[in-house]
């Protein structure tokens, strides 16, 4: 299957005053691929997750999804394809009880009750986090939260998983937990993170940006034991390779 | 009271609603009616009112009792919002300056009648409606609001108050704390540090609710809130309704005090 493809082409894009977030940039990311991004602040990282499906529209260039165009026609379709986990699991929980947060994309696709039941459960077993469903997530951790927010992501069943620093703010063990969990989607996954030694474990292919471009591409092995690479970015080797 | 506190204290009457007793496990339904119902009761009764309205407090009570809610809580709570209905009838005894006999020939003006009629439905409505509160959580509130169909931009709005009252008071106490630690009991406090403080909250709550608003679009929302939890209606929520309403119309229109008062009288004279 070669449906599931990402491709930015010569993708640039300006916010409205001024700023130049994403630079000409260019890459193509096929079916079942788990790509971390990385750079530092203010590199784009953020808002090329944001063109993923359809928040921004580039000022320039053609963004493809699953081959279909990114228009404001085709925005609704590639937001069923394309979920994405915020940073801030405060902003992407916004109903009452974790249930229903759950269950809110799947009502809005339209599924009948049952269906919607089935799916809150088995998303939320995914995250072990059944015994959660009737408490409002302003009585989670953030741990809970993160999981709950990946839970919510995933009842719409969609074919690419794109991540804004899923790591942050969760405590060394959810973050292991996090980790596993990633691991075991068999989506497409682009993870954008500062947390390297996560892309490490998580991805097989990484894109360094820097200034709304691509500047390196290829597999982690190669990017993220070079330090000179990653020193430019302010970025330093991952944690588990500078013990040896 | 500094501004955690008031912070807590939000989160309280939050927890006291998550409690589980036969007031909590109510058809939220059948709770916002009847205090619907009991609401529009007190307010019915004519502004010179007292003797009529006493034998409702058992409403209150009962449910503070049986749903076990702290009495020094709600009593707190209505203290601090009563100068709103001090306020509403403090010029009273000056302009209604009718005389009354209340007792044996001693007399009051009508003002004094209808101010204390004021705070007596005041501190009723108010408490029963903070009971309501603590005693049903609030996404269940708004479910029986959609159910008794309240329009749905309503109840969203009311859920997303819920939601995030407590992300931003959240926020508050980290700048406010931020500022105090670095004020050093000097002009931290400042007015016109106060104005900006209120800016910044204002632009940050500005971005959240894009962010949030992205949240909902990137899962599908198309302008409508969908729901799913539906309530069946159990015998004792059918049997709290009906008394409640069978109280509330006995109290209403059959002058219970009275009759009361008068069997008393009887057995003593």
């Known amino acids: ?244 | 009271m500094t501004f955690d506190e008031k912070y807590y204290n939000i989160g309280f009457i939050d927890q006291l609603s998550y409690k589980d007793t036969y007031i909590h496990r109510l058809d939220p339904r059948a709770k916002l009616i009847a205090t619907l119902l009991f609401l529009f009761t007190v307010i019915s009764f004519s502004k010179y009112e007292i003797a009529a309205l006493l034998p409702f407090f058992l409403y209150p009570m009962l449910l503070m009792t049986i749903g076990e809610i702290p009495f020094m809580f709600i009593f707190k709570k209505v203290i601090l919002v009563s100068p709103f209905a001090v306020f509403i009838g403090i010029f009273n005894p000056l302009l209604d300056s009718g005389r009354v006999v209340i007792f044996n020939g001693l007399t009051v003006s009508a003002g004094w009648l209808s101010l204390f009629s004021i705070m007596l439905k005041f501190t009723l409505t108010v408490s029963t409606a903070l009971l309501l509160i603590a005693t049903t959580s609030f996404p269940n509130i708004c479910h029986a609001l959609r159910q008794l169909k309240v329009p749905s931009l309503f109840v969203s709005q009311l859920s997303f108050l819920y939601r995030y009252i407590f992300v931003l008071m959240e926020e508050t106490m980290r700048i406010v704390r931020a500022r105090n630690m670095r004020s050093y009991g000097q002009r931290g406090a400042d007015m016109h540090i106060f104005v900006r403080i209120v800016g910044i909250l204002f632009v940050r709550t500005v971005e959240r609710a894009e962010r949030i608003y992205f949240a909902m679009l990137s899962r599908g929302f198309q302008g409508d809130m969908p729901s799913l939890k539906s309530f069946h209606v159990k015998t004792s929520d059918v049997v709290f309704a009906i008394s409640v309403a069978a109280f509330l119309y006995i109290f209403r229109f059959y002058p219970a005090t009275e009759i009361v008062g008068r069997f008393i009288q009887g057995v003593f004279s």
Not at chain 1, 19 to 34: P, Q, V, Y
């Open chain 1, 1 to 244: 299957m070669s449906h599931h493809i990402v491709e930015f082409k010569n993708v640039s894009f300006r916010y409205p005053d001024g700023t130049k977030a994403l630079s000409d940039i260019s890459f193509r990311i096929t079916h079942g691929e788990s790509v971390g991004i990385i750079g530092a602040n203010g590199a784009g990282k953020s808002t090329l997750l944001l063109h993923m499906n359809g928040y921004l529209m580039p000022t320039s260039g053609t963004v493809n999804i699953g081959d279909i165009y990114l228009t404001r026609q085709t925005r609704q379709e590639i937001r069923r394809k394309v979920g994405i986990v915020f940073q801030n699991p405060d902003d992407q929980l916004f109903m009452p009880t974790v249930y229903e947060d759950v269950a809110f994309g799947p009502l809005n696709l339209g599924m009948d009750e049952a269906a919607v039941r089935e799916r809150v459960e088995a998303a939320l077993n995914l995250v072990s986090g059944l015994e959660l469903k009737n408490k409002p997530p302003h009585h989670l951790s953030s741990g809970q939260k993160s999981a709950v927010a990946i839970a919510s992501v995933m009842a719409v069943e969609p074919d690419i998983l794109a991540m804004d620093e899923p790591a942050a703010n969760l405590d060394p063990r959810s973050r292991r937990r996090l980790i596993d969990l990633l691991k075991t989607f068999e989506h497409s996954k682009i993870i954008a993170s500062h947390d390297l030694d996560l892309i490490m474990d998580v991805c097989h292919r990484c894109l360094v940006i820097k200034e709304g471009t691509v500047v390196a591409d290829g597999p982690v092995s190669a990017i993220l034991t070079n330090k000179k690479l990653l020193e430019e970015n302010n970025l330093e080797l991952p944690l588990s390779l500078q013990r040896c």
